[in-house]
């Protein structure tokens, strides 16, 4: 039975993160700034960047989800689930502001999703340790790229850059916590591999 109602739950997560109709439990840190006057390419470019973090979210979901699924420890497995909470504080937020802006999620998200799953089960299946330090490569690449986006954003644009500040500091709390756990380093070659599915990625969501 718990198993079942695992898979219900993973099943309703999955929907409700595809379907970007997700609640955060955090007030997003763009509430109470003002909207900025920008023209049509500042918008488009700003809603072209929260996409790509929108889409950086729904595959967090995924990963966390698959990874927490198959832990070997249940220590291990809390900290993925209460890691996965956090992160849909985040997938909230950038849905939120995706509608602010004019836009909408990645037309690929079930794709991102399902992807993102299977590397998630893949990780799990080689143990907690390099689950974990999966998570730790994962968050350091995301923080870089978090951080290339607040030099990227039009400087006018004070809420997206507000949430693209606060998931910069959530990320690097969940790779410090997964190291605290006893994450074992990701190899090189596995390192390049997941910059350059992140780059496909990336530069995909940033139009569709």
């Known amino acids: 039975m718990y198993f079942l109602d695992r898979l219900i739950t993973d099943f309703d997560s999955a929907l409700r993160t595809m379907a970007a109709v ?4 955090r007030p997003s840190p763009a509430a109470g700034l003002a909207e900025s006057e920008m023209d049509t390419k500042e918008r488009r470019h700003s809603a072209g ?36 909470q956090e992160e849909e504080d985040h997938l909230a ?34 143990g907690d ?26 400087s006018k644009d004070m809420k997206s850059l507000a949430i693209v500040a606060q998931m910069s500091v959530d990320e690097a709390a969940h790779g410090a916590a997964a190291k605290d756990l006893g994450a074992q380093r990701v190899p090189p070659l596995t390192q390049k591999t997941m910059r350059a599915m992140a780059k496909v990625m990336t530069t995909t969501a940033y139009y569709i």
């Open 49 to 84: 960047l929260m996409r790509v973090n929108h889409v950086g979210e729904v595959c967090a979901q995924a990963l966390y989800q698959a990874q927490a699924k198959f832990a070997r420890s249940d220590s291990v497995r809390e900290k993925f689930l209460q890691a996965g």
């Open 22 to 25: 997700s609640v955060a439990r």
């Open 129 to 154: 340790a390099r689950s974990l330090g999966f998570v730790v490569e994962t968050e350091r690449q995301v923080e870089a790229h978090l951080n290339l986006h607040m030099g990227s954003l039009p």
């Open 93 to 126: 937020w950038t849905a939120q502001r995706l509608q602010e802006l004019g836009s909408h999620p990645s037309l690929l998200n079930p794709l991102w999703y399902t992807g993102s799953y299977l590397l998630g089960t893949v990780a799990a299946a080689l």
